[in-house]
Nanobody, 126 residues
């Protein structure tokens, strides 16, 4: 049984930092990612990493502020978020998939991922 369990969300003032964690079990992932969804908006891709190589990619909106990383020994995914802005406020989701090619043709699409966590809320106040 696959489980992804996020933690680390909370409320912070603009300019602050948070680190999200995602504990994964039951899956050997080809790609893992963080998505976020603000109220009334579509779920958007934030960052992804390929566990076997460590290569990572970021959405332009978070590049230079967020860092995705992994601890393979603990099968845990992280998202270090610095210089947070009010527009970063959203529910953040961890996602994983074991296929080598994304459904829909892009790892930036939610449909590419088969497994999802329950989400952790991040609120940034100005």
């Amino acid at each position: 049984q696959v489980q992804l369990v996020e933690s680390g969300g909370g409320s912070v003032q603009a300019g602050g930092s948070l680190r999200l964690s995602c504990a994964a079990s039951g899956v050997r992932s080809y790609c893992m990612a963080w998505f976020r969804q603000a109220p009334g908006k579509e779920r958007e891709w934030v960052a992804r990493i390929y566990p076997s190589s460590g290569r990572s990619y970021y959405a332009d909106s978070v590049k230079g502020r967020f860092t995705i990383s992994q601890d393979n020994a603990k099968n845990t995914l992280y998202l270090q978020m610095n210089s947070l802005k009010p527009e970063d406020t959203a529910m953040y989701y961890c996602a994983a998939d074991k296929r080598s090619y994304p459904s829909g043709g892009s790892w930036t699409l939610p449909r590419a991922f088969s497994y999802w966590g329950q989400g952790t809320q991040v609120t940034v106040s100005s």
